[in-house]
């Protein structure tokens, strides 16, 4: 069965694991995340490398390193961790991607741009500190 809306693995664990670390009040490592959103350390590890390049986290590494929040939950939306792995999200006219329509009225009637938007604005509406 098909899918409406699909958030990918990378997306899933930014949101996920940023909502874990946000609750926490000391340093999670990569193995911890990991284990509690049930995801690849690898994936988690590069994942959470963007996030620090991107100064949502700060990481220490070594024995007792981890990720710890480097901006306040309730100044990050939901909407700027899922763009900083999957990049802005695209408000298309056409799903089948056409320049021309061969029919006076879309078949989707604009579904495609409208679920877009109710999406971003979801994402936008949301911050970290909702979730604590």
Known sequence: MSKIITLSEAASIALHGMVLVAKTDH???VNQIAEVIDSSRHHVAKVFQRL???HFVASNRGPSGGFVMKKDPKDITLLELYEVIEG???VQGCPGNKERCPFDKCIMGD?????ACEFRDFLARQTLADYI
Not at 111 to 115: F, I, S, W
């Open 111 to 115: 579904l495609a741009a409208a679920l």
């Open 52 to 54: 620090a390049k991107e």
């Open 27 to 29: 340093k999670l490592n």
């Open 88 to 90: 802005p999200v695209e």
